[in-house]
């Protein structure tokens, strides 16, 4: 099946009444399920590391600090579809300060 009718009801309620005008349909292209082992092949699954190197650390508390990271260049169409953050703190810098984390990797596919 390439595409799959969606139909919608809405309301302020869960007894929706489709006489009422409450709701709409769409055509829509859904992704093909891949199964676990799909996940594992290289020719279609990448997974990159990606690290801030010299990261500082804001003095003042905050929630978030941002900063741009260049993401491999690719020929085609991609989806990414995990990025694991993971903490990490290089020794030499233990005392300096209490934490440094960064999205370590990025995994996409290409469909």
């Known amino acids: 099946m390439d595409t799959a009718r969606l139909i ?9 009444q489709f006489s009422k005008g ?11 399920y891949r199964g676990s082992s799909d996940s594992t092949d290289p020719k279609i699954f990448f997974t990159y590391e990606l690290r801030l190197d010299n990261f500082a650390v804001p003095a003042e ?8 990271i260049p993401l491999p260049m690719v020929k085609q169409k991609h989806h990414i579809y995990k990025v694991r953050c993971e903490v990490f703190l290089l020794e030499k810098n233990r005392t300096l300060m209490p934490l440094q984390s960064a999205c370590k990797s990025i995994f996409y596919s290409i469909f």
Request: include cysteine; charge should be positive.
């Open 22 to 32: 409450q709701k709409f349909s769409k055509s829509l292209f859904l992704m093909k």
């Open 8 to 16: 919608t009801a809405f309301g302020t309620d869960d007894t929706v």
């Open 61 to 68: 508390e905050t929630k978030y600090a941002c900063t741009f």
